[in-house]
């Protein structure tokens, strides 16, 4: 054993066993043929940077000189580069390529690539892909017509042989040449999304291609129903979207099990293709973020029909370009928009070229056509049309027929607007042509019109022009001649008459005046001797005239016997300024001891001027202050108040009249006046006065009404009824409406007339 201080070796030392230094310096070469292991630290090119070498293999492995750690820097080290096996390189700043990352540079916030990139397989790009410069065997970027090594501007074309885009797919036009390369099909059919983030999935089966999913979600599969679509078993469905690291576009398969209520959940087979089926393990389940944007369209039900729209270019099953839509009752579609050959029949016709096919068409806008058919209707330039034109069981409508025929009795013309068999038509001239069928309640023949049947039969045309009563004019108690005659078995006539000429009953019409000649005869007393009692009507003066002679039995000259006498006596009415006076001053004395007769006379609106007999009583006088009719109506010069007194008529005031309404001749009049609020009196001020028709209240009892005057601002509403009058709130109110002040409280009823 040596110990020394310092060692100098000039020349070559070996240590067969351990050799243990503090420190050793080496300031040239140095060879170890065995392993080095060191405790401490390995410090290469400590006191110079140009020795930070380390050679492996003869070549520089790692170079230290500057602030970069070099590894296998320059291409005469290590030609293939560097290789780090199955394990994991991490860099928690940056990692580059060429100076200052010129090539490709990739942080914790970007990545930059700046030379051509080529991608063998799908790439998923879940945030989006944006890059001007993008260029592989899969993408080619295009500029008129020449192929590009990136994007060059906003006009560049890209073309891709297959993209997948997992989210929103938003362009300003939007062009398919083809979803298929044969024809193809674009399906729009019931869907519906996962909710995003709280459904999990489920592998529970795999056969080839094919994987079996268990989808569960809360929210989304609470029914059977699902976007108007029932989610049951065997119903064949596309699946979309990301289940872990596969990323599914528009998977096929079929509904395994339908959705379960209770647990949310649905079953699904789907085809997710032999490069995409390694991603996935059974007894595997997805959740969270693991499963993103997952959609399930069904485009057939259980039953095999189809649902949706399908847009098609030329489908292998249709091989025509056109719009289907179906409902899934049926393999036939609900609507189709192109070529509609081979579409069912409607009305036995096959439908052919292209058009619209449809249960139902519900068109705000315009419609031309100039042929087809409509509901069995023949279309044409001008017309639509069913059957042969003029003949029974057809129907024409069109502009103005220059086909003549003879429809309705018109006789052979043309210009038909509008025909129905033979026997209805309307010319363009608006000329009405119909021997059959009704108007109202009139049954139309070839010669008239008639309605009801019997004593109720009313009728025009035929032998006479009007009639009524009787199924054949010739018989009926009324009727109207053609030359204007008229007859009638009897009559009730409310409104005016106007004759010159005639008579009605016994009473003769002349140009001035109605006259009767009334024989008084009894064939048992009178032999010789008969009264004539004369009754002018004269309309050059304002009486009415009786006159009367005397009446002589042919026994008696006496007349102070009652048995055996003659009659005198003066009967007249009267007009004065107040009334019509009826006065009865003859006595008759009869054939019986003590038996007298009283006559007065009466004028009635429906009987006329009548006698009434057996009055008792000698010179009976009856006094009348107007002329009551039978309807109960009095004309009087006297004025019929029928309430008076000072209301605002608010909601809780009703006036009564002490007669009624359809007792007056005419109606009533409302009478208003202002209202003095600083000593609560009624004035004589301010007047109005409004007519109200009986009419009113026959036939609308219990209506509003209004009365407005506008210079003092005021508008009442109130109620007429037959018998009362009722009041509304705002009658009594004050304020401002539309920038003018109101004041309904300044007016009040003071009363109601009668006229």
Known sequence: ????????????????????????????????????????????????????????????????????????????????????????????????????????????????????????????????????????????????????????????????????????LRAKEYELDHVQNLGGTFMVSPSFICTEGSTSVTVSAISGSEVTFVIKDNATLTKTEIATASWVLNSQIKLSGKIGNAILANATGTITKSVDTNNHTITVKVDVGSSTVGNFTVNTTYTGNQVSKLALMMFRNASGYRLGIYLESYSSENKKPVINIFDGSGTDPKVVLGKLDGTPKVNNISPTGYGLYSDNAFLKGTIIATSGTIGGFT????????????????????????????????????????TAGSKFGVTKNGAMYATSGKIGKYTITDSCLTTGGGSVCTGMGGTHAFWAGSDSSNDAPFHVSYDGSLYASKANISGTINSTDGSIGGWKIGSNKIESDYIFSDTDELTTTYNNNILNILSETASIDLTNTSVTYPNSSDHTDPKNCTAVGENYLSLTKSSIRGRDRNTVYGPEENEE?????????????????????????????????SNGVWITPDQNILWSGANYMS??????????????????????????????????????????????????????????DPYRHIDKYFYVYNDKIVGNNINGTTGTEGGITYDNSYCVLRAVIGV
């Open 1 to 168: 054993m040596a110990q020394l201080g310092n060692l100098l070796v000039k020349g070559s030392s070996r240590f067969l066993n351990k050799a243990y230094f503090e420190d050793i310096s080496i300031a040239g070469t140095s060879f170890f043929s065995g392993n080095i292991s060191t405790d401490g630290t390995l410090n290469i090119g400590e006191n110079k940077a140009s020795n930070a070498l380390l050679y492996l293999n003869k070549k520089i492995a790692i170079r230290g000189v500057d602030s970069w750690l070099r590894i296998n820097d320059t291409s005469t080290n290590f030609t293939s580069g560097v290789y780090f096996g199955n394990s994991d390189v991490r860099t928690d700043k940056a990692f580059q390529v060429g100076d200052g990352g010129k090539y490709f540079k990739i942080n914790s916030s970007s990545l930059d690539v700046n030379v051509p990139s080529a991608f063998s397989q799908r790439t998923t790009h879940n945030g989006g892909l944006i890059s001007p410069t993008i260029s592989s065997n899969l993408i080619s970027f295009v500029k008129n017509g020449n192929t590009l090594p990136k994007i060059d501007g906003a006009d560049a074309t890209a073309i891709l042989n297959e993209l997948t885009v997992l989210s929103t």
């Open 379 to 418: 279309l044409s330039t001008d017309s639509i049309q069913n059957g042969t034109f003029g003949q029974d069981g057809s129907v024409m409508m069109c502009l103005g027929s220059n086909n003549s025929a003879s429809i309705g009795g018109s006789g052979n013309i043309n210009g038909w607007t509008f």
């Open 597 to 629: 007769k009283h006559y007065s006379f009466s004028l009635s609106a429906i009987n006329g001027l009548e006698m009434k007999d057996n009055i008792s009583g000698e010179n009976t006088r009856y006094w009348y202050n107007g002329i009551k009719f």
């Open 651 to 708: 909601g809780d005031q009703t006036i009564t009249f002490n007669k009624t309404v359809l007792e007056q001749f005419s109606g009533i009049v409302l009478v208003w006046s202002g209202f003095n609020k600083s000593n609560n009196k009624p004035s004589n001020g301010d007047v109005h006065t409004q007519f109200i028709p009986k009419w009113c209240v026959e036939y609308m009892n219990g209506a509003g009404h209004a009365f407005v």
